[in-house]
């Protein structure tokens, strides 16, 4: 524990917090001030005397990391950031705050600034990435030990946090994995933007917390002294998460205004800031700071700075550091597609008839088999999503040294858990559930996107052909919703071919996460030769060519490309010539150059082919061009009987091919 500054020093820390939030969201005219200044006395103290940082390296492996899931705060991250000398949290910065192209946006944005650890805003969301973090330290600290990673995940959740529906997901996996360096700080203001927290809830928290396995406190948030004492209970806690309920009032300081919603997404105005500046003792323009104030938050900093080279000391002795580097390095993408290409040539050879997500797993077998720290995972689906490889062993609270994890019936709990892991590093990290309940989990989802972090989500049962369990199942238009998603690469694999260069383009990714959308029936192997280049990364790519001048090109992703290459086969037999395209990827085929779009698309009519809408297949299909697809949900049956009752057949595609002529 850090040797902490005097009550009164913390105060004006404190205070230093308070003014600087409420001058920015002012000079934006646009913000929530409100619990930046009710939590100021938690972070500072939280800071003060805990957190082990060094902004000075930003990116040390064993810092401490700082959820703020409440992110409609972000003053309270930007203001601490600031006074403990991120280089480029300036204060021009802060009053450029919500300002184009400042580092200080709304919400807290990973990668905008340093000391930021996730992005938040969405509530709910930080506190399940911290999850992550904390089993990430946890598993990391069971293969390279106390002297390279020992350290806490804190956060501050707010009561919109702790109402999302995620939040039940989080703190009951965490609860469940004994997640001993997560410490939570509930901001207990009991203020929502409508008003009391009484309008909508009445939940104990504490007693919620305490059920699903976490060590649990209550405390006034501005005793300095108790939350210290707290926070250090927390912390000799070893085999449970904590949460310390911070009673706190929202807008300390504002003499008018605390205590009440309407300090919590609105400026003080300017009879307010000043009143708050009188009332708190503080004479000094916007933006600027006493020297002792500095000083106080800059002995932070050199806490931290003499931690991390201590740190460094112990690394460099350390015979597992060079371990420990290539686990938080970027994958050995030569050697993984060596062995791919050598698991590509045996398919190709011995033409396995088998679904996709088998076929995944069989590619995952070498994945894991060559990266030394690939963790894997499944909502309760594991046998149907086949995510778990032979040599894999599952994570539990008394044993953090496996790589698999078994989330639960917890879809947007695990995705944002995924997220939490990969943005603590030292993982490739994959989770899997079914397409349809990509819905489930899509906030996340988009936050792996919007933070570009490059995880992989197995999809399986990705259509009609899923049969008996029906239209709640059968997910006719997440492919398309998928897709419009920026920054996400969606890739619905033909065969087992396609499915191992899906998984090689996966990991290789650095800035884009990626779904691979994977069949329950069974699929032919379709790819002939080539086996060297991975054409799935192409896009699409002729799977068949016609022979001679096209008369129409046939397009199709996932299991109806085999559809497509038998409608070529009947149209052959009445001299009509069909080329076949496969395209498992949009976004990646959107991305080649215009003249192999031309070469692989030409000129002919062409007929797409999905067993889903039609919405985005624009990047294919001409106004004149024919689709044969979904119109509307599935049915319960057998595949065979959806495929004919919705007319997705060869004899349907060749028929709407000889339309076009």
């Known amino acids: ?307 991390r080279a201590e740190w460094e000391a112990r690394k460099a002795a350390n015979p597992k550091a060079a371990a420990f580097d290539a686990a938080l390095a970027r994958p050995d993408i030569a050697a993984l597609a060596a062995a791919l290409a050598a698991h590509k040539v045996r398919l190709v050879a011995e033409k396995p008839k088998v679904a996709t997500r088998v076929a995944s797993q069989m590619a995952l077998e070498v994945v894991n088999a060559t990266l030394p720290n690939s963790v894997g995972g499944s909502a309760d689906l594991t046998g149907s999503n086949n995510t778990m490889t032979s040599a894999m062993r599952p994570v539990g609270r008394s044993d953090y040294s496996g790589d698999y994890i078994h989330w639960g019936v917890r879809e947007h709990g695990m995705a944002a858990a995924m997220n939490g892991m990969a943005l603590h590093g030292g993982f490739f990290v994959y989770g899997g559930t079914f397409l349809a309940f990509a819905d489930y989990m899509r906030g996340a989802m988009r936050l792996s996107a919007l933070m570009g972090l490059p995880v992989a989500y197995v999809l399986t049962h990705d259509s009609i052909g899923l049969g008996e369990d029906g239209p709640t199942h059968q997910p006719v238009e997440t492919l398309a919703s998928l897709r419009a998603m920026p920054n996400l690469t969606v890739i619905r694999p033909a065969d087992a071919v396609e499915t191992a260069e899906a998984w090689e383009i996966a990991v290789a990714s650095e800035r884009t996460p990626t779904v691979l959308a994977l069949s329950r029936q069974n699929l032919p192997t379709l790819r002939q030769g080539r086996r060297g280049e991975n054409l799935t990364a192409r896009g699409a790519y002729v799977l068949r060519e016609a022979e001679g001048p096209r008369d129409v090109t046939l397009i199709a992703t996932g299991s109806e490309v085999a559809i497509a290459m038998e409608a070529a086969d009947l149209l052959a037999a009445a001299d009509i010539r069909a080329a076949v395209v496969s395209a498992p990827s949009f976004e990646l085929f959107e991305a080649q150059g215009e003249d192999y779009r031309n070469a692989v698309l030409g000129a002919a009519p062409r007929v797409g082919v999905e067993a889903a809408v039609r919405q985005g297949w624009s990047l294919f299909l001409r106004r004149k061009d024919r689709f044969v697809g979904m119109t509307g949900f599935g049915a319960s049956a057998p595949a065979a009987d959806l495929y004919r009752h919705f007319g997705i057949t060869p004899q349907a595609v060749a028929e709407a091919a000889r339309g076009l002529l």
């Open 1 to 307: 524990m850090n040797a902490p500054m005097t009550h009164a020093d913390e105060k004006r820390m404190a205070d230093a917090i308070r003014v600087l939030a409420m001058d920015a969201v002012q000079a934006a005219n646009s913000g929530h001030p409100g619990a930046p200044m009710g939590l100021a006395d938690v972070a500072t103290v939280l800071f003060n005397r805990f957190i082990r940082i060094d902004p000075a390296a930003d990116r040390w492996p064993d810092r401490d990391r700082f959820v703020m899931s409440a992110g409609h705060g972000s003053m309270l991250v930007y203001a601490i950031n600031h006074l403990l000398g991120y280089d480029d949290m300036t204060a021009e910065e802060l009053r450029r705050f919500r300002q184009l192209g400042s580092r200080t946006a709304g919400h807290p944005e990973y990668g905008h600034a340093k000391g930021i650890e996730t992005t938040t805003g969405p509530l709910g969301q930080g506190i399940a990435n911290a999850v992550g973090m904390a089993l990430a330290e946890r598993m990391m600290n069971a293969r390279f030990g106390d002297d390279l990673v020992d350290h806490y995940t804190y956060v501050i959740a707010g009561d919109g946090c702790l109402m999302e529906g995620i939040s039940h997901e989080a703190i009951d996996f965490a609860g469940n994995m004994g997640l001993g360096r997560l410490i939570v700080m509930w901001d207990d203001n009991r203020i929502t933007i409508d008003g009391s927290t009484e309008l909508s809830t009445s939940m104990d928290q504490v007693k919620r917390f305490e059920a699903a396995g976490w060590h649990v406190q209550r405390v006034d948030g501005h005793d300095n002294a108790a939350i210290a004492a707290a926070i250090e209970a927390a912390r000799a806690v070893t085999d449970k998460p904590s949460m310390i309920a911070c009673r706190t009032v929202i807008g300390k300081g504002a003499p008018n205004k605390a205590g009440s919603h309407k300090v919590h997404g609105a400026p003080l105005g300017e009879e307010e800031v000043a009143a708050t500046r009188a009332a708190l003792g503080w004479d000094l323009p916007p933006f600027e700071l006493p020297g002792k104030v500095r000083a106080a938050w800059a002995a932070i900093a050199d806490r931290g700075a003499a931690a």
